[in-house]
């Protein structure tokens, strides 16, 4: 998958009798962009490209978030959402970025930095990434059914309770991942550290162990630039 490529499918997303800088049509082709990619990476035909085009890919749904959230409060059209049938089936999606990130996809985060003294807490990249999908694909059913108003506020609405703060998260983590590998700094790998456990600062100390950049870049086919 080039950046090429991904810029090509974006541009095919909205239909050609929609104006193309509706916000709605700008936000749904972001959002389905996202899906699509992310959909296509978790295949790992190419493992030596999953990080940087995850970090390409999360860095601009959350452009389309930051968007959403600029945005005043949207109101839906119907005062019950309108019940678009059963959400799509993320298993595999998540099965397939847990493989391809497997020595990777544990990290650690702040859930909220401004709760005073809180924890930090563990998460998984497809974890969270896979959620977020779900989230996405939810309100495409939405807008792919003509429910415009309600697609934009479900994202918005769930921009802020659930998939904003989760991919922000993620996004910081693949960022400081592909930080170590370049520049060849050393590792802190969560080892053994499972998602189920609210971790303090001795205890993430404890868990971790070091790893050296280029142990992680090997199998994921990145190099550090010298």
């Known amino acids: 998958m080039s950046e090429t490529q ?4 974006h541009g095919m997303l909205h239909a050609a009798d929609q104006d193309p800088d509706d ?22 035909d190419d493992p030596g490209s ?3 085009f995850l970090l390409l ?8 978030g930051g968007r959403l959230g600029f945005h005043q409060d949207i109101v839906p059209d119907e005062r019950f959402e309108t019940d678009p049938g059963p959400d799509p089936d993320v298993e595999t999606l998540r099965e397939g970025l847990a493989r391809l990130l497997e020595q990777v996809d544990v990290y650690s985060e702040v859930f ?39 697609a934009l506020w479900w ?5 802020f309770s659930n998939w904003g703060s ?31 456990q609210d971790l303090g600062e001795d205890t993430l100390a404890e868990e971790a162990g070091q790893v050296m950049a280029e142990e992680i870049a090997g199998p994921l086919g990145l190099r550090p630039v010298k």
């Not at 497809?126 to 996405?136: I, K, M, T, W």
């Not at 309100?139 to 415009?148: E, F, N, Q, S």
């Not at 989760?166 to 499972?194: K, N, W």
Request: proline share 4%; hydrophobic share 45%; no cysteine.
């Open 6 to 9: 991904t810029g090509a499918n």
């Open 23 to 44: 916000f709605a049509v700008q936000i749904s082709d972001q959002i389905e962009s996202f899906v699509v990619a992310v959909t296509e990476i978790a295949k790992g």
């Open 50 to 52: 999953a990080l940087p």
């Open 57 to 64: 890919e999360v860095s601009q749904l959350m452009f389309a």
């Open 112 to 150: 909220d930095p401004y709760e005073p003294r809180k924890a930090r807490v563990a998460a998984r990249i497809s974890d969270d990434l896979a959620d977020a999908v779900a989230d996405l694909r939810h309100g495409l059913v939405h807008y792919h059914a003509g429910r415009t108003t309600e």
């Open 155 to 159: 994202w918005q609405f769930s921009y």
């Open 166 to 196: 989760t991919v922000s998260a993620v996004l910081r983590a693949l960022q400081s991942l592909l930080t170590h590998i370049r520049l060849g700094q050393p590792l802190d790998e969560l080892d053994g550290l499972d998602t189920d």
